[in-house]
Structures are given as C-alpha cells and as structure tokens.
C-alpha cells in the first residue's frame, strides 16, 4: 500500500523508540513545561480557584521517600484541578529550619577549628547565607525531577524580606493583645544545641534503664530514712523537698519532721501534694524542681525554691560540689558510687523508661529552668477547635479529628524563643540605662509591656521611651521555627503586606483575595501538631478566615518489615535512585498503588517494579497502536457501535465516574488501581486484541473506524493517567495529538487543542455512551473465553492446538452474539470451530466441560490431550495444594505468629491461604468435568 506525504509525516512525528528512555523523556518534558510557563498562572475571576502551599521542606533537606508520598499526592491533586478548568496554583518553598540549619554550618565551621562563637553572631549568620545559597536549592531541584508542577515563579523561603517582614507583624500583634509574655519557667532543654525546645520537638523513645531507690536520713530520729525511687539520680544534687500524698498513712511519722539531703547536707522539707503518684516506688518522691516539670508545679504551689546543679552543656555546676564540670551521665555513676558507699542505695531496679530527646541531633533533653518567651495558646485555640468541630476544615482521615481535638483543648503555652543565632531574631530590645534585667528567683509570667526600658518595635529603636537612653540592645534569642511556618498559607500570599480584600490594581488581582484560603493541605501525621493547628489558629487570628478547607493525613513510609525508615538503620531507599532506575513515572505510581487512605505505606524496592512493567505496558500498547495507524482521510462517520466498541466507551464513562469519586474522597490507590485495571486488562488484554483484525483489514473505512475508536480510548487514558504519570502520558499524547482533531470529530465531538497535555481537559461523561446492554453481554463473552483458557492451561492444553468448542444455553443473544463474533472471538480461545445450541444436549465424547454467562461449555479434546493422564496429573496437584494450604492455616493458628510477626507477612499469609482455597476449588470442578 503506497503511503502519501501526510502519513508519512505524521508517521514521522509519532515516532516511538522500541522502548521507554525515562531519564531522556522526564528531562525534555518538564524543561518544556517549564519554559512553557504552564505551571504559572495568575488569579482569573472566571475560573475557581484551587490552591495548594507545599509543606516547606527544610532547606538543609534531601528527598527522602516521605517527600516523594507527599509531594505525588499533591501533583496529582494539582494536575487533576488544572484539567478540570480551575484556576490552579501550588506555591513551592523551602523553611530556614533554625536548628538543623545551624548544625550543619557549625559543623562545616568545625572542621576549619572554629565555633560559632569564634566567628561571632554577624559573620556567622553571613555564613549560613552563603550555605544556604550554594547548598539549599538541592530539594527544590529534586522536586522537578519528581514531576511536581509547582509555580516556581513564586518560590518563598522563611527568611525572604516579606516572610520575615509577616513574622514581625505577627508577633508585634499578638504581644500587643497580651498573650505573647515572657516567663522562668522549666523547659526542654537540648544541650548539644543549647537552646530551649518546644514539648513536640522533642521524640520519646522507650529506654532501658534502672529505678534507684535512695535512702535520706530523717533529722533527729536516728536511723530513720525516707526512700525515694528516681531514674534519674544526679539530680537529687539539687532537691528541695521530699513529697508525699496527703493521704498515705506510711508517713504520719513524718508530721513536724525534715530530711537531710546525702552528700549536700541539705535539709529538706516534706511536703504533701495530690500529684505525688501513690503507686509509683515507695510512694515519697524527690522534688527537684529545676530538673523535673513535674517538680517545678509542685515547687509553685508549696513556695520551694529550684536549685539548679547543671549548665547548659548539661555539666553539673557549681551547686553540684565536687561533681562539678563532669558531664550528667558520668556524674550519676559517680554519685550511685558514693550513695553506695555509705550504704545509702536500698536497691536498683531494670526500668523500661521513656526518654525524650531533641528532635534535631537526637540528644537526651534536659528540663531546665531559664527565662524565655511564650505564647498563650488557649485564647488562640478556642475558635480552631470550633471550626473543626462546626466543619469548616475537614481532616482525613476522620480519626485524626479527635486526635487534634484532644490536643488544642489540653494545650499547654508554647516556648517559641530559641538561644540560636540563625532564624528570625525576637523584636525586644533593651534600654541598658533603665531595664533591670530578668529576675532570677521570680516564677510569675512576666508582662514585659510594664517594664521599663523594654520595647517592642519591628525596627531597632534609637531613643529609650522611658528615661531617653541610647544604649539600645536587642534580645538574643530568635523565634521558634515554627513560628514563621505557622504563618505559611497566607505570609507565601503576601500578608501583611496584602489584604483579603478582592481589587483590582493595574489589572492585577491579588493573590490573598483570590486563593485564600487555600484548598488542601497534604501532610504528614507527625506535624499535626507542630504546624497544621498552629496554623489554623494563626489563620484565623491573623485574617480572620481558616488557611484551608481540607487536610489530608497521609501515613508514614516504612520498610517491608515496619520500620520507619531512617539513615541509622540502613533501611532508607532513595527516591532519585528509583527514579534513576526506572524513572519518576514508575516511582510515583508504584508509591501511590499501594497507598490505601491514611495508612502507613511499607516499602521495599521490588515494589517500584510494578510501576515499571505498568510504564513498559503503556508505551508497548502506545507504540503498537501508533505504528499501526495510517492517515485518517476521506469523510466516514461512526454511526452505530460496536458491541465491542459500545463496551469499551461504556466502561470507560463509569472509569471517569469512579476515578473523579476516588479522587473526591483522597483515596488514591483507588483511583490508581481503577486505572490499571482497565488500562492494562480491559484496554489492553481485551480490546486492543478484539480490534486488531479491523485494525490490519485491507478495508480503508474498516481501519480506520477502528483506528478511531483505539486513538479516542487511549486519548482519554492518557488524560486519566497524566496526574499519576505525568511524563509518559505528555510524551504519549504529543504523538498522538496530530491523529486528535479527526477522530474527536468522527465521535461527533470537538477537540480542544492546546500546548501540553497537563492544559487538556480532564475527561467527562458523554451521555451517548452509555451501554449497559453492551457491558453485560462483553462480561459474559469475557468470562467464556476466559473460562476456556483455564480450562485449557489446567489440562495443558499447547498453545499451538486448537480445540473445537460447543456452547449450549437458552441464552440466544448471547449465543447469536458469540456465534456473529466469532471471527473476533475464536483466536482469543485457541478455538478451531464452533457450534451453538439453545436447547440441552448430551455431552460430547472426550470433551471437558465448564460453565460462563449462563452457558455451558464443552471442549472437544480427541487426539489433543491424554484424559485420564491429565487426570491423574491434576489429582496430584490437589493433594499438593491441600498439604500447602494446612500448612498455611497451620501458621494462621499460631498466636505468637500473630502477635509478633510484621502485620505485612500476617497479611500476606491470609492471602496466601484464600488464594489457595480458591486454585483448589477451581481444580476440584475440573477434576470433576472431566
């Protein structure tokens, strides 16, 4: 067949290589895009908007497969809403993360044999910026590589002028409404960073460890001792009282009575509190209130003063005596020496312990008492807990509603000054003239806005308001991290600067008014706290408007044995590697399949493999069908369906249906395995195979009404896999795009033409589509031919031969339907002849039998198989299946199996045995047909 010049160059720029080069393909397409600036838009009034603010990742960041989870979901959320025709916008950022960041500046500085310190605050903060500007874009580069179709254009970073400028703003607004005051109060405390640390910065882990029981002598009763249990004994250096209940009877005697502390000579009180846990030890507790929270309330409410016995580095101090300047963990076997020496330990105890440590370098926090700044959260958590509760933001999954609800209603102020140099710097500043300084033995809040010679002012002020000094100096301490993050919704649209008010300003819409709040948050369940409630009380404190409508919990990544992953542990499987490997495609879907809503996802890397036999599937199917087109020309119309045709189009309108319900509901393995089922099975398995004979027909209008009915389903397949798949849909799609126009307008509809696929519209439901005759009478066709094939398969069957078959039923039009299709439907079984009864007939000789569609079906096998030696064949089987399956359920029985072993193999074993039960069942009604 001669092939014209228009064939010839479509057939040119439809060109597919044999197979899928990812790295090649991923690079040229997100380079267009981005060059293209199709990821950039700006507020459009006759478009819902659609708004998603990343969750910053830390600046010192690399990948990591939870950055991978979470930024998928977001890309196929985003690329979804722009299909659907909103006006979409997913504001990009990294956060300047105080701690890490100046850990990992301190310890490059380290290596020359310097200190922050050396350096001093200036020249080291002139450091970081200039790590930060050679070293922090790594993440965001890696971002592209995962496909994410961020606006770039509107990149923010934490300590950008305007960020930085809604920081002061915020801080400025919340001391001046008095619920910003300053405190000596016992915080976390790491001494590695040496800075204080909020309650959930710092990670609990269980620990083995020892419950000492120490003996304190009672004064003036010879040989009297108090005993009190503690994990924790180099403390006891700085106790101020022992305590007891009010209403244990053991230590009446102790009325009138003092203790005299070991190794100090400190007397010490006995006091009775309602919080002394009865049960816990002796029932007597040491109170060392400037080393235990606990303590600390107890030394509140009874006038105790804290005694501190440890510097910031956590060295004991000049209060610890003769234990001064050693490290704590030496000091407590050092001082359980001493105790022991004068027989002064009644006994140690192993003690499963729960120990916190810094988040950041995984130090032992130390509570410790100093002064520092606080929020008070309870005014600001009212209304978020109201519009939870009302649904205005609605949390997925829902469990995770009560988990925040018990949170914001038991929520404790929050510490957010840090003694660091690297972060947004705390707006105080101090007349040295006329401030007094903080007082060290007051554990009142402090109103700082009633002393003298403090101010509170987003610039440094020149002349002290109280006394006119110029001696002017700014508070230290910077703010908690978390405290520019909390304002991230709104501070990445330009607040304060911007304000909700919709207006048009040199016909430029302003991007608060238009995408505030935002639509989404995708996040993690481990900042729950930390930032996602935190910024819904800063939005609604600060705009008066929630930050976003849904948030969307997702769980953690763990290995296949359930383990969080983690450097340590050598588990960690790195992203760019995958993507490396078997490209960002492949990485993203095989993530998202096994997703299920809110769950923790476990991974091994054989798991990648799945998207990557998914990628070679859909290129295979693409180049197949492309190689095989010709020019759709001439005038010819699709008047009538095929039975085929009018069931693929069916299944395909209830395919959008489903996946747009999925995808609705956050459950996007669902909307994922939706897609490969029909992509791989019903498009691929079935009617790809069906259409191949019109496809090769000689017949010009044959192929080509076949050609169209093939381009249009893969056209829509391509659009529902974009989100999922972004690279090998784009690349797919721009080959197919020139064959668009003509087949869009044989189906009778329109094509819209646009520069990439992600700007295509998502698609719809066409009402004319919809067969449900169709899709019933292919349902029995399919499970007829794959009734013989197993059939076959079970008896060993070669390939190569072909077998008679006889269908006998009542069922006319199906069998009219098989018998008028058959041409179509008798390669797909292996099937050399055909004949069709409506009414029953004896069972023809050396035949196996089987059932479908309401149809029986007989094999006609003479001179193809052995009979009674496939018998006797399948019976062995069945007793192989059978041992395997007792051993199976054998192992299901087993409780320490249960119990102990990962909940992935329990999971798989379940499997196992109903897959099992199911290849046994299905032997057992061969054995019998036969």
């Not at 956050?666 to 089922?677: D, G, K, P, Q």
């Not at 039998?849 to 069945?878: M, N």
């Amino acid at each position: 067949m001669q092939i014209d010049e228009g064939t010839r160059e479509r057939k040119n720029l439809s060109r597919m290589e044999s197979r899928y080069q990812s790295k090649k393909t991923e690079q040229k397409w997100y380079d267009y895009w981005e060059k293209g600036g199709f990821f950039h838009v700006e507020p459009d009034l006759n478009k819902p908007p659609f708004c998603i603010v990343i969750p910053p990742p830390n600046v010192t960041g690399i990948l990591h497969m939870g950055h991978a989870l979470n930024n998928t979901i977001q890309d196929i959320l985003i690329r979804w809403k722009r299909m659907q025709g909103y006006c979409v916008l997913w504001i990009p950022g990294t956060d300047h993360a105080g701690i890490a960041t100046q850990n990992v500046v301190e310890r490059e500085i380290f290596k020359e044999g310097l200190t922050r310190y050396d350096l001093g605050r200036e020249k080291f903060i002139k450091k970081i910026w200039q790590w930060r500007n050679e070293y922090g874009s790594t993440i965001v580069k890696q971002l592209r590589k995962l496909g994410a179709s961020c606006d770039w254009e509107r990149e923010r970073f934490t300590m950008d002028e305007g960020l930085s400028e809604a920081v002061l703003e915020a801080f400025i607004k919340l001391y001046n409404k008095g619920v910003i005051y300053k405190g000596n109060y016992i915080i976390n405390w790491c001494p590695r960073c040496r800075t204080a640390l909020s309650d959930e910065e710092v990670e609990h882990e269980e620990q083995e460890g020892f419950l000492y029981y120490l003996k304190y002598p009672v004064i003036n009763a010879e040989g009297k001792f108090v005993t009190v249990a503690t994990t924790r004994p180099e403390t006891m250096l700085g106790d101020v009282a022992v305590a007891v209940h009010p209403n244990d009877e053991r230590y009446e005697f102790l009325k009138g009575k003092k203790i005299l502390l070991p190794l100090i000579n400190r007397e010490l009180q006995i006091v009775r509190d309602d919080a002394v846990d009865l049960e816990f030890g002796t029932g007597a507790v040491k109170i060392t209130p400037a080393h235990d929270v606990a303590d600390f309330e107890i030394a509140l409410r009874h006038n105790l003063k804290p005694v501190v016995i440890m510097d910031d580095t956590g060295k004991m101090n000049e209060n610890a005596i003769h234990f001064k300047g050693m490290d704590r963990f030496k000091a407590r076997k050092e001082i359980i020496k001493e105790l022991e020496s004068q027989d002064l330990v009644e006994k140690t105890e192993p003690y499963v312990n729960s120990v916190g440590h810094c988040y950041r370098c995984h130090t032992v926090v130390e509570p410790y008492i100093s002064w520092q700044w606080f929020v008070k959260m309870k005014p600001l958590a009212q209304p978020g807990i109201k519009m939870v509760k009302d649904g205005e933001i609605k949390i997925l999954p829902s469990r995770w509603e009560k988990v925040y609800l018990h949170w914001m209603e038991n929520i404790r102020d929050w510490c957010i000054s840090r003694q660091i140099w690297w972060g947004h710097r705390i707006p105080v500043y101090y007349c040295e003239n006329c401030w007094e300084g903080d007082k060290e033995n007051s554990f009142e809040p402090q109103d700082v806005s009633k002393l003298k010679g403090v101010m509170v002012s987003k610039e440094q002020p020149l002349v002290c308001p109280d006394c006119g000094g110029k001696n002017i100096i700014q508070d230290e301490d910077v703010l908690d991290t978390w405290f520019s993050s909390w304002l991230w919704p709104f501070s990445a649209m330009g607040w304060p600067k911007e304000d909700l008010k919709l207006q048009a300003e040199n016909s430029q819409l302003n991007d608060l008014a238009y995408f505030y709040p935002t639509s989404t948050l995708v996040t993690a369940q481990e900042i729950l706290f930390f930032w996602v409630a935190r910024m819904i009380m800063a939005g609604l404190e600060f705009t008066g408007e929630v930050p976003f409508r849904d948030v969307y919990i997702h769980g953690t990544v763990r290995d296949d044995k359930g383990r969080k992953m983690s450097k340590s542990l050598g588990n960690a499987i790195d992203p760019l590697g995958i993507i490396d490997e078997y490209g960002a495609d492949a990485l993203r879907f095989s993530l998202i399949s096994i997703t299920s809503v809110g769950q923790d996802v476990f991974l091994s890397k054989d798991k990648f493999i799945f998207g990557r036999n998914f990628t070679n599937k859909i290129w295979n199917a693409a180049r197949f069908l492309i190689s095989n087109l010709d020019d759709l020309d001439g005038d010819f119309t699709i008047e009538n369906f095929s039975l085929f045709d009018g069931w693929i189009l069916n299944n395909l309108n209830n395919l959008i249906a489903k996946m747009n319900r999925a995808l609705e509901e956050y459950s996007f393995n669902e909307a994922a395995n939706l897609l490969y089922e029909f992509f791989w099975h019903q498009f691929c398995d079935w009617y790809i195979e069906l259409k191949k004979k019109d496809l090769y027909s000689e017949d010009r209008d044959v192929k080509n009404r076949a050609s169209v009915m093939l381009i249009f389903v893969l056209d829509n397949l391509l659009r529902l896999l974009h989100p999922f798949m972004p690279f090998i849909s784009e690349d797919i799609w721009q080959k197919l795009k020139v064959y668009l126009t003509k087949s869009y307008e044989v189906m009778g509809l329109q094509f819209q033409d646009t520069n990439s696929l992600m700007l295509a519209s998502w698609p719809k439901e066409v009402r004319q589509f919809k067969d449900e005759k169709s899709k019933d009478e292919m349902e029995d066709i399919i499970a007829i031919i794959q009734c013989i094939r197993n059939i076959r398969s079970e008896l060993n069957v070669p390939p190569s031969k072909k077998t008679a078959l006889v269908l006998v039923g009542e069922r006319e039009r199906l069998l009219a339907d098989f018998k008028k299709h058959s041409d179509y439907l008798m390669p797909l079984a292996q099937v050399s002849s055909l004949e069709v009864f409506s009414q029953d007939i004896n069972r023809p000789a050396n035949s196996a039998f089987g059932a479908a569609g309401g149809l029986k079906i007989y094999i006609l096998l003479e001179g193809v198989i052995d009979l009674e030696q496939e018998k006797k064949r399948l019976e062995k089987k069945e007793k192989g299946l059978g041992r395997e399956l007792k051993q199976v359920q054998k192992k299901l029985e087993n409780k320490d199996f249960l119990n102990k072993a990962n909940p992935e193999v329990v999971l798989k074993t379940k499997q196992k045995e109903q897959s099992l039960k199911v290849q046994l069942k299905d032997l057992v009604v061969i054995i019998n047909n036969l």
